[in-house]
């Protein structure tokens, strides 16, 4: 039974306590067309269903055993990236936003989890032609960093501006050869976030430099993504073992490393953040 109030949806951080969240077992995954650096890399290997499968459930039982309800999209040959599902949609406040996803081979996703919205009686607000995806989009409080790139151009940023009068938005330009901004930076709590050093234009750099004090992750790591790492709430992150690196630095701040292989994943270019998108994260004041 879930612990979640009926059709509410909250989520105002990165960090807060992670009680819903949605993802998609990778079923159908395969690296059909080439759409980021790292399936150029892994495009002869290929991608193992079992393995794959196996992974994702490991993490789908980890974040179960740690008090978190995970909601199961169907996934459809159609669709092989359809793991990733922090793309198709994201929470900001007490909103649901949905807009068009940029590559074609994903395009049409954001219908599976209109159709999960629709069928549960949650509402959600339809980003009407703008191209942004949720791996772009990283909130701490009343300020949302909204990456430009391959996937999220600044156009539909200026809309959801338009849209977020309560909020400071701020566009953050980064190196075109990284996929989102996720890959590159992630907030881990109000003062602490991960960040791959000098593909962020220094002006946006020195911003997040004021605000934050930032872990550097090295790019033998960021290959590995290391910065897309997912908080669950009361300083406990899931991350690869294989980011050694990463997990000492994190457990020498006093955080809880729950270390979850699913390197098979990863080869499609996406980690945890990329394969989940909350819809709830229960926040310090809340009852």
């Known amino acids: 039974m879930s612990s979640i109030p009926q059709n509410v949806t909250s989520c105002f951080s990165e960090y807060d306590e ?25 495009k002869h290997e290929g991608i193992h269903i079992e393995t794959a499968l196996k992974q994702h459930n490991d993490f789908v039982e980890t974040l179960q055993a740690q008090g978190v309800e995970t909601i199961l999209l169907p ?17 900001i406040g007490n909103v649901i936003y949905v807009a ?68 400071e938005v701020i566009p953050i330009p980064f190196t075109a050869t990284y996929l989102h901004l ?48 997912l908080s669950i709430g009361n300083k406990k992150i899931i991350s690869l073992p294989v980011n050694k690196g990463v997990n000492k630095q994190l457990r020498d701040r006093g955080y809880e490393v729950i270390e979850v292989d699913i390197t098979e994943i990863i080869k499609s ?10 819809i709830f994260r229960k926040r310090p004041d809340m009852d």
Not at 25 to 33: A, L, S
Not at 112 to 139: A, H, M, Q, T
């Open 18 to 42: 992670l009680k819903q969240v949605i993802l998609c077992p990778p079923e159908f995954m395969t690296i059909r067309d080439v759409i980021n650096e790292t399936q150029k890399h892994f």
């Open 75 to 91: 996934a459809h040959s159609k669709y092989p990236e359809q793991v990733f599902t922090r793309d198709i949609g994201f929470t």
């Open 100 to 167: 068009d996803m940029a590559a074609p081979i994903r395009q049409g996703e954001e219908g599976e989890l209109k159709n999960w919205l629709e069928r549960n009686s949650i509402s959600y607000f339809k980003l009407l032609e703008d191209v942004i995806e949720g791996g772009d989009v990283i909130i701490d409080g009343n300020t949302v960093y909204i990456g430009i790139s391959n996937r999220t151009n600044e156009d539909a940023i200026r809309h959801l501006q338009s849209l977020l009068v309560e909020h």
């Open 182 to 229: 996720d890959c590159v930076f992630n907030i881990i709590s109000p003062t602490e976030a991960l960040i791959f050093p000098g593909v962020i234009r220094k002006e946006e750099a020195d911003l997040l430099a004021s605000r934050y004090d930032l872990i550097e992750v090295t790019e033998e790591e960021q290959f590995t993504l290391g910065t897309n790492v």
């Open 269 to 278: 270019g996406g980690s945890f953040r990329c394969c989940t998108l909350p």
